[in-house]
């Protein structure tokens, strides 16, 4: 029955809020989030060490942070994934065929990547890892479009969980597997290994085939036609009613949070904390919290509802920014580290599975690809440009107590629009299909 998940066979034997992570388009979530991460890992730590190996200087292996601006970019090129059939393998299906493709891309650039040496040739690196991120954002918005329209309504919190879990153990893994490699072979056979992490998205599309709630794009005829539907995800987002005030909130929401996550390590560093200790609470309880974080996510996500859900992680990710400012104030002190830490990755993994499955329900089905590439670039960049221009300034001048107090009160516009939005009605309004619609039941429709 479209909508509804039955809980079948085995997995009546598991605990009601741990059945709904067993079942098949959120364990395929888990598997296209291990691939996802994929070509970032290769063109940030893991490009990153072996530009340090091969002694390239500082400011040139910083420089190569610009590799990074595909993903804040793919939403320009996303409308092509959207509308455009490919040849031959195009009779696959439309985000079949393009996760075959773009999954090919990511292998090849990265391999190419690892064939160069950065101390004969480190332009030719350069552009290899720009193909890298063009390829991998690409990669990206196929992706996120399969995983959205695989995943029913009820089901995103859940889904957008279990992509995040992907990601981080798949980002974890292939950039711990290309360190053992490159320390026991050479880095040219670990970018050629850690390729292969991109087969688990092709396998999870040949086992799951078309998804079920894919909508087939019209043919193209002619160049109008063509810029039509390139423009046609944003027209179609902005005649919802108060498309403005869900854009305004989508650019907002995460000013405070972005503010202060970005600036954690420059408050570690001042307050005198060892590598090991960093390494020990940022990176392993941090880990650890977030994981537990993004489980607990999406059972509130299916008992409390989408928008109880996201108004729970607004205000939770909007106070984690205080235990920071306690944390500043105490000075060199491992407990109030560990609380700061557990509670703010605690609070992320939360907020990760709610905001994601919003942004990912306010998708519509014929448009997946284009407006999650758009309003995922929205949700993170204004927060990245106010850090990038004036936290440095602020800390210097109000002291880390008071900035983070001031990322707190950022935050909590986000939390009153929100709250607004649910009490006008705004949130259920605004939302695409991908939200509403569940799957057509083939056999059903045939009956009728």
Known sequence: MSGQIADIGWRKILPTGVRPYSEAAPLAAFFLGISSALPLTMIAATLTTRLAQAGIEKSTVTAFALTFLAYNFKWLWAP??????????????????????????????IIYLGTLDPRADIVAVAVAAIMVGIAGATFDVVIDAYRIELLEPEQLGVGSGMSQYGWRIGAASAGAVALVIAAR????????????????????GLIMREPSR???????????????????????????????????????????????NLTFRLLFEDLGFTNDEIAFYDVSLGFVAFLVGIFVGGIVYSRLGMKKAVMLSLVLMAVSNLSFAGLAASGHNNWAMAAAIGFENFASGIGGV???????????????????ALLSAAASILGRFLTGTTAGSLIEWMGYV???????LAAFPGVIMFWLMIRSGLVDRSLGTAGTEHAVDDEAEKAT
Not at 185 to 204: D, E, K, Q, R
């Open 80 to 109: 092509i994934i959207d509308v455009v059939k490919l040849p031959i393998i195009g009779r696959m299906g439309q985000r079949l065929s393009w996760l075959i493709l773009t999954a090919a891309l990511a292998m090849a650039a």
């Open 185 to 204: 072979s050479n880095w040219s056979i670990a970018y050629y290994v850690c390729s292969l992490f991109a087969l688990f998205a092709v396998i999870v």
């Open 402 to 408: 008071n900035f983070y107090l001031l990322t707190t």
């Open 214 to 260: 894919r909508q087939e794009p019209k043919p193209l005829k002619g160049p109008i036609q063509a810029a039509i539907a390139y423009a046609s995800p944003l027209v179609e987002f902005f005649k919802r009613s108060g498309a403005p005030v869900v854009l305004l909130f989508v650019l907002v929401h995460k000013i405070g949070d972005t503010l202060a």
């Open 354 to 372: 709610a905001v994601v499955a919003y942004l990912s329900a306010l998708c519509n089905l014929s448009f997946t690809a284009t407006q999650f």
